[in-house]
């Protein structure tokens, strides 16, 4: 499985929704709080992208010397129709300070030096350390995922179906009325998660582990494939 510490890379480097919470600015709409890019440097502190005239850049650039404390929080919603829709949170937590050079006309760059990271999500709930998500890899599909995901549940319907054949006794002998749905859910380079819901609108998920991880499209579609042909034996 991934660690807690590439699970947070990987939301805070992906295009999940994502807001500043810094003191005396909740107030502001959310648009003005939210970074236009997101990238983590080798220690760990996370690089945030806002318009150079934003309320956030102005606090960071006049701000005295330990201000201001901030909140990214990240929140990482399902790109498919599916019950309960938010996959997980994480929230790192840290100093502003402006960086000056890095970005282009019109956009300034922001460091948050973490001081904590938290994340919550499918797996679990975790702290990670400032020094674990600088050493952390995102995922590798972190920017293809959301359009696998629709691919997978628009094309191929009745292969996430057959997966029913897997669970064992949890699906065996029942008459194809009272079968649950099968929505894919949720991809990285070790497996597909997917949830199923009960016509009495019970959901639960399910996790199909690939038997290596796996780092490239070529070797997922293998994968992927691989266990389509294993569920309609």
Do not use: K, N
Not at 2 to 16: G, I, K, N, Y
Not at 30 to 58: C, I, K, N, Y
Not at 180 to 198: F, I, K, W
Not at 210 to 224: G, H, I, K, M, T
């Amino acid at each position: 499985m991934p660690s807690a510490a590439e699970r947070t890379r990987t939301l805070v480097q992906s295009t999940c929704s994502a807001v500043l919470l810094v003191p005396g600015l909740r107030r502001l709409p959310s648009e003005q709080l939210t970074p236009l890019a997101r990238t983590v440097g080798p220690e760990g502190d996370v690089f945030l992208e806002l318009p150079a005239g934003s309320p956030v850049v102005r606090a960071a650039e006049h701000a005295r010397a330990g201000e201001p404390e901030a909140v990214l929080e990240i929140t990482d919603v399902a790109p498919v129709s599916v019950p309960h829709r938010v996959r997980g949170r994480a929230w790192v937590s840290g100093r502003l300070t402006a960086v000056p050079g890095l970005s282009g006309p019109s956009r300034t760059t922001l460091r948050l030096a973490t001081e904590e990271a938290y994340v919550d999500d499918l797996w679990g709930a975790r702290a990670v350390r400032p020094e674990e998500l600088g050493a952390a890899a995102p995922d590798p599909f972190l920017e293809h995922e959301a359009e696998l995901l629709q691919h997978l549940a628009t094309a191929h319907g009745e292969q996430l179906r057959s997966l029913r054949g897997l669970l064992g006794g949890r699906t065996a002998g029942r008459c194809p009325a009272h079968l649950p749905s099968v929505v894919p859910l949720a991809l990285d380079r070790y497996g597909l998660r997917v949830r199923l819901c009960e016509p009495t609108g019970q959901c639960y998920d399910a996790r199909f582990e690939f038997p290596e991880p796996v780092w490239d499209a070529a070797a997922l579609s293998y994968a992927v494939r691989t266990l389509f042909e294993a569920a309609a034996r």
